[in-house]
């Protein structure tokens, strides 16, 4: 056997154990080949200033356990005596923080974050809009004591009699008054 | 018809103001009879003193022509008599309330086309404007006060005054008048205040016509600085960039959303507009989740108020250089890039090149906070 040859074998040998290296699990494309294609997204939808505690922190240990995607939704309000088209800075400038405060949290825990706008004629019709336009494999909602500050009991009901997809409604205990709200926002924003 | 054919245009001087109340009328009357003092041909072509006695009295010793009586729905009503303005053609005309709807069957629509006519007979005149009354300010205010004005002017019209002139008051100020009854009477002034005229409401619009005003001084400036100079041809192509106009770089993919709310954010505070940019490669294919990232974008910039702009380019430099350009950006933002692959290594960073062929064109990197080491913890 010539010297040429047993180079080759050599050769042949370290590319075939790089190629098996990258191709193989846990780190090559073989691993990314195997992962779940439909990630699974959990939709958390707001319309106040600040949502529940309790809510975020539920959604954020389900989205771990789940290897999900958390899509913070804002539902901005569409005044009657405006198309529903417009645009709604007044409203954003207070919920795009908190969708900010949102996505800073959720991301320093590890957790992928897709942030959505939802607007409509009340904070359900936003709500629906959203809904029909992409699907959503669960939805958590607060069930908050100020019903003006999101979605109402009413809403609630409609969500489970009307959405296709789990729905986790959380009602903190009336002493966790834990809240999530613009002010958490880390740094100039 | 050439300029040369009739007299030179007249000029047009606005007074505006957050709200009714402020003072523009009243304003606009010391200054009629300033001219008049000064030995002018002064005249009031429409005045509306909404019943009160101070502006009423402050009328006397000007000329009013009479107005014209036109018939609509059985009832005789009372309009500027254009016709007759024109042909008094005194030197200066003080016509209120620019945004006014005429009665149907009035030769113009809107008071605003007779101030016109008048301008193009070459007589002076001063007006009057709410900033409400801005169209493209109309859907923002509407928003702000959940009342929604229908006498509405196209914003080109103040953009041709040659002069605009805040009438400024606190919103404190402002109640105290309304109180006062120096506003409205007695019988309506419960009803404002529990509208309009609430202190919150007053702030925002006092906030509004104080910007809008700026930006009218600073359009203006550039304006004037251009004409006449060597970059005058400069200056009729170029698109006039009214204070800073925004754009950030954006692709479909989840990430986009923050660097969006931080771009629509800094044009707040700077007072700007804001466009986006998705170049797409040629012929690329969108998965489904890219599909559904770039509708939320739509969605995101619609509500904010913002315009995403579609182009095709494979050279994402060149590209944003040409939008920017035509849109008269003055400042770029875009996201964390992710390391270049291949023979992307070689070539000079995005936010280097965009700087080489964008010069005088801010470009800012939008930092993803949530990865600061020292950032909050939940």
Known sequence: MSVFTVFAIAAGGML??????????????????????????????????????RSFEAAVRLAKAEDATIMPAFLARVPMNLPLESALPVQCARGMPLLEAIEQRASQQGVAVDARVGRGRSARDALRKLIEAEP?????????????????Y??????????????LILRPAPEDKRRISAGGVSGHF | ???????????????????AGVGKTYRMLLEGHAELQAGRDVVIGLLETHGRAETAQLAEGLETVPLSSVVYRGAAMKEMDLAALIARAPELCLIDELAHSNVPGSRHAKRYEDVEQVLDAGIDVLSTLNVQHLESLNDHITELSGVRVRETIPDAILGRADEVVLIDL????LLDRLRAGKIYPAERVDAALNNFFRIENLSALREVALRQVAEEVGAKRLTT???????ESFASEAPHAVGERLLAIVSPEPRAQRLVRRAWRSAQRLGAELDLLWVRPPGKTLSENEERSLAALGQLASVLGARL?????????????????RRGTTYILLGHERPPRGLARLRAPLPQRLMELLPGVDVRIVAD?????NGDAP
């Open chain 1, 16 to 53: 075939a154990g790089i190629g098996a290296g990258y191709w193989l699990p846990p780190h090559g494309r073989l691993a990314r080949r195997e992962r779940p294609r439909t990630v699974r997204r959990i939709l958390l939808p707001f319309s106040g200033q600040q949502i529940s505690r």
């Open chain 1, 136 to 152: 959503f494999d669960r939805i958590i909602v607060s069930a908050d004591e100020d019903p003006q500050a999101g979605l109402g």
């Open chain 1, 154 to 167: 009413e809403d609630l009901r409609w969500l489970l009699e009307r959405v296709p997809a789990e729905i």
């Open chain 2, 1 to 19: 018809m050439s300029a040369s054919d009739g007299p030179p245009r007249g000029s047009l001087k606005v007074f505006i103001g957050m709200a």
């Open chain 2, 170 to 173: 606190t919103p404190e100020a």
């Open chain 2, 225 to 231: 600085e251009l004409v006449g100079s060597r970059e």
């Open chain 2, 309 to 325: 702009i579609e182009e095709e380019s494979d050279d994402l430099a060149a590209m944003v250089k040409d939008v920017a350009e």
């Open chain 2, 369 to 373: 906070r949530s990865r600061r080491p």
